[in-house]
């Protein structure tokens, strides 16, 4: 089996990651969703998904196409193209599906998928995440993980261009 196949398993749209939410519900299962673009994949990503993954049984990362990273990054971004962001994080050991979505917002990834924490970086405040009152108002948890000073892409990207 080659490395894309192996990975690209965890790969899923919508439809189907809602499918396999609905399998996971047949058993006692707590599902943890985050998302972001994970442009630049550094060891900041790494602690925060692997801690997101420990509020739960699963872990669903959404992450957001090229079109809707150029509407929230500039005309520069993505560094890397969606699919191979994604395949990248569906190496990861602990994260179970990802799923690509184009809107502004994981919006309606939250609301279809209807997960029990929904969890992102401390960089974001509760009440600002995307869909919190909906989870909340689910009987779900909201949770910001704690930010990791000194990594974030943006500052990888300014680095690489300073040594050019």
């Known amino acids: 089996m080659s490395f894309i196949s192996k990975y690209s398993e965890k790969i ?4 189907n990651t809602s499918r396999m939410v609905n399998i996971w ?11 972001g673009c994970f442009d630049i994949l550094h060891v900041g990503h790494v602690q925060y998904l692997e801690e997101a993954k420990s509020l739960g049984d699963k872990l669903i990362v959404g992450v957001n196409s090229d079109e809707s990273v150029r ?8 560094i890397n193209h969606e699919m191979d962001r994604a395949m990248v994080l569906a190496a990861l050991g ?4 990802v799923v690509i979505f184009s809107e502004d917002t994981p919006a309606n990834l939250i609301h279809t998928l209807k997960p029990d924490v929904l969890a992102k970086g401390g960089d974001w ?3 600002k995440i995307v869909g919190s009152d909906f989870v909340i108002k689910n009987g779900g948890q909201v949770i910001s993980l704690p930010f ?3 990594h ?4 990888t990207i300014d680095k690489i261009k300073r040594l050019g």
């Not at 519900?25 to 998302?35: A, C, D, I, L």
């Not at 602990?94 to 599906?97: E, Q, S, T």
């Open 71 to 78: 509407k929230l990054k500039g005309a520069e971004r993505p």
């Open 12 to 15: 899923k749209d919508l439809l």
């Open 94 to 97: 602990f994260v179970d599906v």
């Open 25 to 35: 519900r047949t058993k006692p299962v707590k599902v943890v969703f985050t998302n």
């Open 125 to 127: 405040p509760v009440e």
């Open 148 to 150: 990791r000073e000194g």
């Open 152 to 155: 974030s892409t943006t500052s």
